[in-house]
Nanobody
């Protein structure tokens, strides 16, 4: 059984910063990639940022240069440092674990966090 705990959401003024964290615990052998998605009201969930085990990163065009994703493999945690926040960044942010294996023999499966709300006021 794997648990994901997200933290760091909240209300911030435009131009401000927030740091999201997601910690995975339980039986974990490896995690292929860790990332953050977001879903704004009335919109589809979209990828914000993703980082592989070798620290290869991918960012949505809308956050490139403002957000930084990082990962601690020893602690099975992923962080998202968000700066220069804009009202359009307002959304529920979800932690995503891509192909988590409990043992080396597993095929692996994906996990989603419950989401943390980020609200950016103008």
């Amino acid at each position: 059984q794997v648990q994901l705990v997200e933290s760091g959401g909240g209300l911030v003024q435009a131009g401000g910063s927030l740091r999201l964290s997601c910690a995975a615990s339980g039986r974990i052998f490896s995690i292929n990639a860790m990332g953050w998605y977001r879903q704004a009201p009335g919109k589809q969930r979209e990828l914000v940022a993703r980082i592989t085990g070798r620290s290869t990163t991918t960012y949505a065009d809308s956050v490139e240069g403002r957000f930084t994703i990082s990962r601690d493999n020893a602690e099975n945690t992923v962080h998202l440092q968000m700066s220069s926040l804009k009202p359009e960044d307002t959304a529920v942010y979800y932690c995503h674990l891509d192909r988590l294996k409990a043992t080396m023999y597993d095929d692996g499966r994906d996990y989603w966090g419950k989401g943390t709300l980020v609200t950016v006021s103008s």
